[in-house]
C-alpha cells in the first residue's frame, strides 16, 4: 500500500445497530444498486440520477455486506473523468467517504489503480490492491466545504490505471458549524489518516453512536486500559465525539509517562489537524481529575492539561508530522494517578487547487444541459484539475481559471447552443463544426475575447446576428451548410482582415 493513499481498513461494512434517532443529513449512496437497501434504520439509495455516466453489476458472492455487493464501473476510455453530482447546502461543511470492494467483478484479478477528485483538486490515489488481497474493503475519507450548490466527487484514469475504475458507495454527511472549524475549508480540505477510540476492542463505531456516521477504529497495544464510569455530554466538544469513544481509555500508573504509537502508519511529511480527547475515567467527585502535558514527537502539544470526568480536547490546527509519530503525556510531579487518553483523529491538511470561475462553471453546464448528448465527463469542474479538464475545453491558467477555448466539431452533438454562451467573456475560440445543432445562433456581443467562430455544418436556422461584426478580435466566422436566411449584417460585411465562409449552404440574400 502506497502510504500517500491514507487507507483506512474493514473486514466490511458494519451492519448498522438499530436505534431510534434521526439519521445522518446527507446522502448515502449505494452505487450499481436497482433498489433502496436498509442497512439497520439508515436507507442506501440508487445512485441513479447522481451521475450519467458507467455500468452497473452485482458481484457474484452472497455473503457480502448489501453495500458491497453491486457496483457502478467505468469503461468509456475518452472520457477524462467520471462524476457525480450531490446537491448541497452552500457553504455546508461535510464529510465525504468513497467505500470500494472489487470482487473480481470484470474476471481480473487485481483491482484498478485511479485518482479520486472532489471539485477540481485531485483528493487521492484509490489502490485497493493489498486490501482486496487479504478479503478487505476499503475506504476513503475528506471533509470538506461546499462553495456551492452541488459537490462534485469524481473518479478519473491515471498513468497506472489498466482496467475500469469503479465505486462501491458514495457517503456525504452534513457536519455542523463548530466541527473541525478552525480549519480554512475555503482553501483546504482535511484527508482522514486515523480516527480511534483508544482501549476499545469491540465493533467499530459508528451511527447511530456518531450523529455524523465518522468511523472510530478499536486501538490497543500495551498500556493498561480503564473503564470510564461516567458519561459524557458530546455537545460539550467542538468535533462533538461520540460518547461512546468515551467509555474506555488508555493509562498508565501514577508518577510515569503514557507513551502511544499512533497513528501505527509512517506519514510523509506533511502539515496535519490534530485532535486528542481526554476523560478522567473515575467516578466524579473533587479528586477526579488530572494534570499532565502533552507532547508530540517530544514537542510540547498541551501544557499543564487538567483532565476532569466531563472530558476535554485539545487539537492543532496544522502540525507537521512525518514518519512514526508518538503522542507522550507526561504526568505532573504531584499527580496522584497516571494520564490518560480516550480517542484521537489525525487529518491531512490538504489545499485544494482551486476552481473554475464560478459563472464560467454555470455557462458550461447550462451549455451541457443545451445538448442532448454532452461528452460523458463534462460534469465537475470545466477545467481542473487540468489533465482532466472537459472533452474539447481548454481553459487559461491564471489566478482567475477561465475558460477560453470549446472544441467540439465532429461530435456527433445534437441540441441547441444555449444563449449563457455570451457569458464566457475570455472565450477565444469556439468550434462545433460538423455536427446536429439547430435553433438559432445566440448573440455573443460580450464575446470581446472570441477571434474564431466556427458553426459550419450544423443546421442552425433563422438570422445571422448583428453582434458578430462588433466583436473586435473575431477573424474567422464559418457558418456554412446551415439553414440560415435573410442577409449578411453590413457590420459583418465592412469588417476588414476576417475570413467569412457562408457558402455553400444557408439561404443569404447577399452571400455573393
Known sequence: ??????????????????????????????????????????????????????????????????????????????????????????????????????????????????????????????????????????????????????????????????????????????????????????????????????????????????????????FEDANPVVESHSNITSTDFWNLPPSAVFTTGLTTSRGKELNIQWPNVSLPSANYYIALYFQDNRTPSWYSWRVFNVLVNGQNFYTNLNVTATGVTVYATSWALSGLTQITLAPSNDSMVGPVISAGEVFQIIHLGGRTLARDTAVMEDIARSFNNPPPDWKGDPCLPPEHAWTGVTCSTDKVVRVSNINLANFGLVGTLSPSIANLTALKTLSLSGNKLSGSIPDMSSLKELGSLHLDNNAFEGSIPQSLGKLPKLQEIFLQNNNLKGSIPDAIKQKTGVNIQVTPGNHLTNSA
Request: hydrophobic share 35%; charged share 20%; with cysteine.
Open 1 to 218: 500500500m502506497s502510504l500517500n493513499i491514507f487507507l483506512l481498513w474493514l473486514v466490511s461494512i458494519p451492519v448498522i445497530k438499530i436505534h431510534a434517532g434521526p439519521a445522518p443529513r446527507g446522502f448515502l449512496l449505494n452505487c450499481g444498486a436497482s433498489e433502496t437497501t436498509k442497512v439497520g434504520n439508515l436507507d442506501w439509495i440508487t445512485d441513479e440520477g447522481f451521475i450519467q455516466v458507467g455500468n452497473k453489476t452485482t458481484l457474484d458472492n452472497p455473503d457480502l455486506a448489501p453495500i458491497l455487493a453491486t457496483l457502478r464501473f467505468f469503461p468509456d476510455t475518452t472520457a477524462k473523468k467520471y462524476c457525480f453530482v450531490i446537491p448541497t447546502i452552500k457553504g455546508g461543511k461535510y464529510l465525504i467517504r468513497t467505500t470500494y470492494y472489487y470482487g473480481g467483478y470484470d474476471g481480473g484479478k487485481e483491482p484498478p489503480v485511479f485518482d479520486q477528485i472532489i471539485e477540481g483538486s485531485k483528493w487521492s490515489t484509490v489502490n485497493t490492491t493489498e486490501d482486496y488481497a487479504m478479503g478487505l474493503s476499503s475506504y476513503y475519507e475528506i471533509i470538506a466545504a461546499s462553495l456551492g450548490k452541488t459537490l462534485s466527487i469524481c473518479l478519473a484514469r491515471n498513468e497506472h490505471t489498466t482496467s475500469n475504475p469503479f465505486i462501491s458507495a458514495l457517503e456525504l454527511e452534513y457536519l455542523e458549524n463548530s466541527m473541525y472549524n478552525s480549519t480554512d475549508f475555503n482553501n483546504h480540505g482535511l484527508i482522514t489518516v486515523a480516527r480511534h477510540s483508544f482501549g476499545y476492542d469491540g465493533d467499530l463505531i459508528s451511527f447511530p453512536d456518531d450523529q455524523f456516521n465518522r468511523n472510530w477504529q478499536p
